[in-house]
């Protein structure tokens, strides 16, 4: 019964009442638990949560660039703001997890929250649809969205980048201009990325090196925190 009205109160926070309340449970279902789990609904959830913001994000900022844009999308769907959202909506003690990843942690683990979000937000799709998801999303993200003005959500890729690599004791990347087109006082720069320890190079282009540098930086942070997650290159 306990668990029923759990589930319940979490519809409520979700603002989505579950047509078949079985995809809720598996979206909260981690692969420790069973083979049931929520993989699958949070590989559906990440395209639908990136489409839901990038809608949300050019409804509030329409008139900025598709670079800035990226970017803002970028820092909505990153780990680090599902894992606080999902915070918010009390994932962390509705999660089916095994004793053993309980007894580790797992239940306040980013990671593991940020991709029961995205599995949540999945699960609302296949029930109510596309509205139904973006609806959820603009509860969680609206307010954030609306209240931000574009410059705050670009700040210095670089410096984020630098502050990733040397959590993880990995060294710091190193930037080279590979071309510079146009005319002198027009000239648009391309710049790579590379973080020769893990092989990885990304490039970006600007207006200007340091512009270029950013979008590298940003690029790379994107395939870092992809790289990160169970199944990804850096996690194999």
């Known amino acids: 019964m306990q668990a029923h009205a759990d589930l319940a109160e979490l519809q409520r926070r979700l603002g989505h009442r579950f047509t078949d309340e079985a995809l809720l449970e598996r979206a909260l279902t981690h692969r420790s638990f069973g083979a ?13 949560l990136a489409l839901a913001v990038s809608r949300l ?69 296949l029930d109510g649809g596309y509205e ?34 040397q959590g993880r004791r990995i060294a710091v990347p190193a930037y080279r201009i590979v071309a510079t087109r146009g005319e002198k006082h027009a000239q648009t720069f391309e710049v790579e990325c590379a973080v020769p320890t893990l092989g990885l190079a990304e490039r970006g282009e600007g207006r200007s090196r340091r512009a270029a540098e950013q979008e590298a930086a940003q690029r790379m942070l994107a395939l870092l925190n992809a790289s990160d997650r169970p199944g990804g290159p850096l996690r194999s």
């Not at 049931?36 to 639908?48: I, M, Y």
């Not at 900025?64 to 780990?79: I, M, N, P, Q, Y």
């Not at 603009?138 to 210095?156: C, H, M, N, P, Q």
């Open 57 to 125: 994000v050019y409804d509030r900022h329409g008139a900025s660039d598709e670079g800035d844009l990226t970017r803002v999308r970028a820092h909505l769907v990153r780990e680090a703001s599902l894992h606080r959202a999902a915070l918010a909506l009390g994932l962390a003690e509705v999660l089916r997890l095994s004793e053993g990843e309980l007894r580790a942690g797992g239940a306040q683990r980013a990671s593991i929250l940020a991709d029961a979000l995205e599995a949540v937000i999945g699960a609302v799709f």
């Open 132 to 165: 139904a998801a973006l609806a959820l999303v603009r509860r969680l993200f609206g307010e954030v969205i609306a209240a931000s003005e574009v410059e705050s959500w670009t700040k210095d890729a670089k410096t984020e980048l630098q502050e990733w690599l």
């Open 36 to 48: 049931e789990h929520n993989e699958r609904l949070e590989f559906l959830g990440d395209a639908a």
